[in-house]
């Protein structure tokens, strides 16, 4: 009996310390561990805090860009307009221009593809009907027109001199508004001390428009300015009616200025037609508008 209330004593002490640690548990700090998330929360509010403090300047820039922006886009219409107005105003002095021929130095026109030359044309409306209904054509096809002509200049002296290749070049180039090709020797001939290879001559062919524009300038400007001119030979054809005038110097040309030329070279000359006979050809150039030696011309008999 002694004994029992020793035993309340003891549990009423092991309730007592029980307590007081329960009350100093709960009084600790929590641990490292259950500390970090809560330390972490202020740190992502203050980084969300400072990105919209961020973002809203840049906003505010954009705003005020746009709103400077709009001002320059309503002035572009007028800058539109304006230069639309300066375009008409171009316009009738572009479309002067175009309407004006413009020719170059060698005769040739330079209005584009669309260009027909004089001669040509007169062909074309004038010269082709005669000739099918004086030989009787069947085929329009079958009437004979001018397909090329061929300048040539003879460079014997190319052997010994070597300027006199760069300007029979020069003057062929000048005079035909081409660019001229050399001849050269096709085998050697001892006599005339002359080797395989060498230059010897210079030619051009001239097809097209530019071969009209010539053929035009020969008959109408060069010819006429022949001193003591009576007309060209009249026989001067191959029996495929095809013709071959000479030119005693290339002065004749408007394009070759005398005082720049080295020496007088003499010009070969041929025009190339598709006239099956001589005949054929004859008439064709006579029609085109060469002057060929009037048959009734006593002093030109023979010619």
């Known amino acids: 009996m002694a004994n029992a209330p020793d035993e309340e004593v003891k549990n009423e002490a092991e309730e007592a310390t029980a307590a007081s640690e329960a009350e100093e548990a709960s009084e600790k700090p929590e641990s490292a561990d259950d500390a970090k998330p809560a330390a972490k929360k202020p740190a992502r509010r203050t980084r969300a805090k400072t990105s919209r403090a961020k973002k809203e300047p840049a906003k505010a820039a954009e705003?005020?860009?746009?709103?400077?922006?709009?001002?320059?886009?309503?002035?572009?219409?007028?800058?539109?307009?304006?230069?639309?107005?300066?375009?008409?105003?171009?316009?009738?002095?572009?479309?002067?221009?175009?309407?004006?021929?413009?020719?170059?130095?060698?005769?040739?026109?330079?209005?584009?593809?669309?260009?027909?030359?004089?001669?040509?044309?007169?062909?074309?409306?004038?010269?082709?009907?005669?000739?099918?209904?004086?030989?009787?054509y069947d085929n329009r096809m079958r009437a004979p027109e001018l397909t090329k002509v061929v300048v040539n200049i003879g460079l014997g002296e190319a052997l010994t001199s070597s300027n006199a290749l760069s300007a029979a070049l020069g003057d062929l180039s000048i005079i035909t508004g081409q660019k001229a090709r050399e001849n050269k020797a096709r085998k050697s001939i001892a006599a005339f001390k002359l080797r395989e290879g060498q230059t010897i001559g210079a030619s051009v062919t001239l097809r097209g428009n530019r071969m009209w524009d010539f053929f035009d300038r020969l008959v109408n400007i060069a010819l006429p300015r022949v001193r003591d001119f009576r007309g060209v030979p009249r026989h001067s054809f191959d029996g495929r009616g095809n013709y071959t005038l000479g030119l005693s110097d290339q002065a004749v040309f408007p394009e070759i200025d005398y005082n720049q030329i080295d020496r007088l070279r003499g010009l070969q000359i041929i025009l190339v037609t598709s006239a099956r006979t001589d005949e054929e050809g004859r008439r064709l150039l006579e029609l085109l508008g060469v002057p060929f030696v009037r048959l009734d011309d006593p002093r030109l008999v023979g010619a």
């Open 63 to 136: 705003a005020e860009a746009t709103e400077a922006e709009e001002p320059e886009a309503e002035k572009k219409p007028a800058a539109k307009r304006s230069s639309s107005r300066r375009s008409a105003a171009r316009k009738p002095a572009a479309a002067a221009e175009k309407a004006v021929p413009k020719v170059s130095t060698n005769g040739a026109s330079q209005n584009g593809a669309g260009a027909v030359p004089r001669l040509l044309d007169s062909y074309r409306t004038e010269v082709h009907p005669v000739l099918m209904r004086e030989f009787g």
